[in-house]
């Protein structure tokens, strides 16, 4: 991302742009500011790059976010993802109070187990995700294919609305469509790429790789990477990246999310799709598609955005825009070098954007009003309910732990920052009702935001025992350990939800001793 005042150029169109419902991803580092830094006091530097810092005074004393851990990170940092809520120091400040170290032996276990499930590509449970095609032929009956297809459009598509309908729908359907899935390995990838999508509406899918049906069609796409990715690239091509980009998405392909829509960026700016309002519909309805996700996975991966807003030229949505402006200008490494002070300016302004934006939502999707729990929602608006509340929710938790990093001093602003770090949480909490058990729920949305609130409010209790809402806050906890508990068993263990439950008995048992 640039300089932070070429974000608040592009704050003076907030208006004119279209409000969508999107996902905004987790809090990031905020390091302490380098050397050859100039005095905070001058003002000098707030502006400048870090690259140019490193470039006048050469290497700078800066720790960076400490990528080998899932949920801890080094002492004194701020951690680096939703997941990462309880750094080293945070940890022992909670065993002290504790005065027993099972939530050390805790953490390290929950530390584990993610890790082995995310970031190793093998296991001795499952095995790791690669790009080759089925060694068997996937063979779908039409009458089946055309249930699965029906199913997309139905729960997906409508959140993630990438194709023209008629058209694909029409192609899939062609006299010739072996011969097309032959010979066309983008449209087979984004047709096999559909298919999983919508089998998983009919018991298809799975929370690991290689089970299930959908797992099998995904399969047949991911073969056909290479050559997806092998100029020329065209629409169908970045069609297909996207479709496998929403599958993966889910518990299931962990391993390779990041890699799929950082390639779809990538393909997006290849083709230009960004540069002017006047493409073509199709066009940019792909490319906004891309841009939302693209820039939830940055932001959570900790990582610079590949589509760059200033070089973007056509109508997008205003909540990932709002992710960029807050990297930019909070959480890239060249924001380390401000002040405190322009660091409070900076979340105060994104506050402010974040709540023009949350007040554009039509409710009952808008987050921060009370949402009825009998809701008939279908499961596409189940999905733009959760992932619109949640969207506002986790920039909140990213806003007011930094917040808290910046200004460590106990007061009035710092107790507020805490209360609202816990309404948000029991936020969160509430909306699991609507939350389905099944593996098409993207793992943002099933693990990530759950999990934080739990965080969130175990850390409330244990710091805050005798506070008026402790009993509530106890009562959350072990709502959404039962959550967990039915996610791990749901999921066969592919989601470690028992051990995450352990929580909710150490914080009722610690209040029971207070």
Request: charged share 20%; aromatic share 10%; hydrophobic share 45%.
């Amino acid at each position: 991302m640039q300089a932070a005042e070429s974000s608040m150029r592009r704050a003076a169109s907030e208006a004119e742009r279209t409000s969508r419902d999107a996902d905004v991803p987790a809090v990031l580092l905020f390091a302490d500011s380098p050397s050859c830094a100039p005095s905070h006091n001058s003002g000098a530097g707030e502006n400048e790059l870090y690259i140019d810092r490193i470039l006048r005074c050469g290497p700078q004393d800066i720790v960076l976010c400490d990528e080998s851990t899932v949920v801890k990170v080094p002492d004194d940092r701020v951690p680096s993802s939703t997941v990462s809520f309880f750094p080293n120091d945070r940890v022992t400040s909670l065993a002290d109070r504790l005065g027993t170290e099972s939530l050390r032996e805790l953490v390290d276990n929950l530390d584990d187990l993610i890790k082995k499930r995310v970031c190793q590509k093998q296991t001795s449970r499952w095995n790791g995700i690669d790009f080759q095609k089925p060694a068997i032929p996937v063979v779908i009956q039409s009458q089946m294919a055309k249930a699965f297809i029906k199913a997309f459009f139905e729960h997906i598509h409508p959140v993630y609305p990438f194709l023209d309908q008629e058209e694909f729908i029409v192609q899939s359907f062609d006299s010739y469509l072996d011969d097309v899935l032959q010979f066309n390995p983008a449209f087979s990838a984004l047709y096999h790429s559909v298919l999983a999508l919508g089998s998983q509406f009919f018991q298809g899918g799975s929370f690991v790789p290689h089970a299930g049906q959908a797992w099998d069609l995904f399969q047949v796409a991911l073969g056909k990477l290479s050559e997806i990715l092998a100029p020329p690239v065209t629409l169908i091509n970045l069609q297909a990246l996207t479709a496998m980009s929403i599958f993966a998405m889910n518990a299931c392909c962990l391993q390779v999310d990041q890699t799929l829509i950082s390639e779809a960026a990538r393909m997006a700016q290849i083709l230009k799709y960004h540069k002017s309002s006047n493409c073509d519909a199709g066009h940019l309805k792909t490319f906004r598609t891309v841009y939302l996700m693209e820039k939830m996975a940055s932001f959570s991966e900790c990582q610079s955005s590949l589509l760059v807003d200033e070089d973007i030229g056509c109508m997008i949505s205003r909540a990932p825009e709002i992710t960029s402006i807050a990297y930019s200008s909070l959480f890239s490494v060249s924001a380390s070098l401000k002040s405190k002070a322009a660091c409070a300016t900076a979340i105060s302004r994104v506050r402010h954007l974040l709540d023009d934006w949350r007040a554009s939502v039509p409710s009952p999707f808008r987050p921060g009003e009370a949402v009825e729990n009998d809701l008939d929602l279908v499961s596409s608006a189940k999905l733009a309910l959760l992932q619109t509340q949640y969207a506002y929710y986790n920039v909140v938790f990213a806003l007011e732990r930094l917040a808290m990093h910046i200004d460590r001093e106990e007061g009035r602003n710092r107790e507020k920052r805490k209360v609202n770090l816990m309404s948000v949480a029991r936020s969160v909490v509430v909306l699991i009702v609507f939350i389905d058990f099944e593996p098409h729920v993207p793992i943002f949305i099933s693990g990530t935001m759950p999990l934080s609130a739990l965080f969130v409010l175990f850390d409330f209790v244990i710091h805050n025992p005798g506070h008026a809402r402790t009993e509530e806050n106890l009562v959350l906890l072990e709502t959404v350990s039962r959550y967990f508990r039915v996610i791990d068993s749901a999921s066969r263990g592919a989601l470690p939800g028992s051990i995450i439950s352990e929580f909710a008995g150490i914080a009722r048992q610690y209040d029971f001793n207070f």
